[in-house]
């Protein structure tokens, strides 16, 4: 009996219970994961817009917070009052153009099979369902907005009161639970500083990515830049993947509006902007632990795609971070 009461004591015995807890309540809760994810998300990303903020400017905090959430509630509202029509319009023609994508003025019998799988629709599905999804997605308003803004309420109820929280949480240390605050606290510590790091990154690549990339494509004389800048952003966001998503129907585009030639300097671009995103954007704000392997990648990704749906593709490889992390799966050569 001592023996069995001696190996549920044992620290790594109890955190894989309370892990499989924290997964089981989870699950019961699966139909509000959307309103969760957001609201971590947020909080995650604004707090580390307000630290970052109060380091360069003198404000008090309760202040900061209020303002930054005012700046960003505007810009939101006046985006989707001034643009969702325009990007709306924009994906829609968008379909249009890659659902009507001919090469018959080319008599090449390359040319003529690539057509010939376009024409059976089975690449002209996947996108137009992508792109539907997306439209689905902005226009949705009775639910999207409405979690968006009950997200955002929270994760500003969260920061203005960050201090008392702490302080408040910090009283389960010494109650009657406080064996099980102590793994929620470690589990807590381990997620912010792998999925929310990774998230915080994959974010703020995918907006440099998408900045470079609708530069390029202004360059090269691509149409619908609206259209396709929101593409570019949603599927920068999906690690390695996103950009040979991405060049599916951009490529498709390209040679609608210039033939082989537009494709080659649209390659060409695309492996610029991989490269400062590769060489540049990762190793500054990656840790080493978020190095995987490629093949390692795309297997999470179908994995997570599969039991988590859309967002199985944004939170999949900082979920599995998150475990490699709660596993000790380092390379100690990095470390």
């Known amino acids: 009996m001592e023996s069995i009461i001696g190996f549920f004591r044992k620290t790594e015995v109890k955190r894989i219970i309370i892990f499989g807890l924290i997964i089981l309540i989870l699950f019961s809760v699966r139909n509000m994961i959307n309103l969760i994810l957001l609201t971590f998300i947020f909080s995650f990303l604004m707090n580390g817009l307000v630290e970052y903020t109060t380091k360069h400017i003198k404000l008090n905090r309760t202040v900061l917070v209020l303002l930054l959430y005012s700046i960003i509630v505007s810009l939101l509202t006046f985006g989707?009052?001034?643009?969702?029509?325009?990007i709306t319009f924009e994906i829609s023609q968008l379909i249009k153009q890659i659902s009507n994508f001919s090469i018959e003025s080319y008599d090449n019998p390359i040319f003529n099979y690539i057509e010939s799988i376009i024409a059976s629709n089975q690449i002209t599905n996947y996108i137009e369902n992508g792109f539907s999804f997306l439209l689905k997605s902005i226009s949705?308003?009775?639910?999207t907005s409405v979690q968006v803004l009950i997200a955002l309420l929270l994760s500003l109820f969260f920061l203005l009161e960050k201090p008392r929280l702490i302080e408040f949480t910090n009283k389960f240390k010494t109650s009657k639970i406080a064996p099980f605050y102590r793994e929620i606290e470690y589990f807590g510590r381990k997620f912010s500083l792998t999925f929310g790091k990774v998230i915080e990154a994959q974010f703020i690549i995918a907006l440099i990515n998408t900045f470079l990339s609708a530069v390029m494509l202004m360059i090269l004389g691509f149409p619908q830049i609206f259209g396709l800048s929101i593409m570019i952003f949603f599927l920068g966001l999906i690690p390695v993947a996103g950009v040979i998503?991405?060049?599916?129907?951009?490529?498709?585009?390209?040679?609608?509006?210039?033939?082989?030639?537009?494709v080659v300097?649209?390659?060409?671009?695309?492996?610029?902007?991989?490269?400062?995103?590769a060489y540049i954007l990762n190793p500054k704000l990656m840790s080493s632990k978020t190095d995987l392997p490629v093949?390692?990648?795309f297997v999470v990704l179908i994995f997570s795609q599969h039991f988590f749906g859309v967002w199985g593709l944004i939170i999949g490889i900082p979920v599995f971070v998150f475990l490699l992390d709660i596993?000790?799966?380092?390379?100690k050569k990095l470390e």
């Not at 949705?140 to 639910?143: K, L």
């Not at 596993?327 to 390379?331: A, H, K, Q, S």
């Open 80 to 86: 989707i009052v001034k643009y969702l029509p325009i």
């Open 140 to 143: 949705d308003i009775s639910t």
């Open 245 to 262: 998503i991405s060049l599916i129907p951009l490529s498709l585009i390209a040679f609608t509006i210039g033939g082989i030639l537009k």
């Open 265 to 277: 300097y649209l390659l060409i671009a695309v492996m610029i902007i991989h490269a400062i995103e």
């Open 295 to 297: 093949f390692y990648t």
């Open 327 to 331: 596993l000790d799966v380092t390379d």
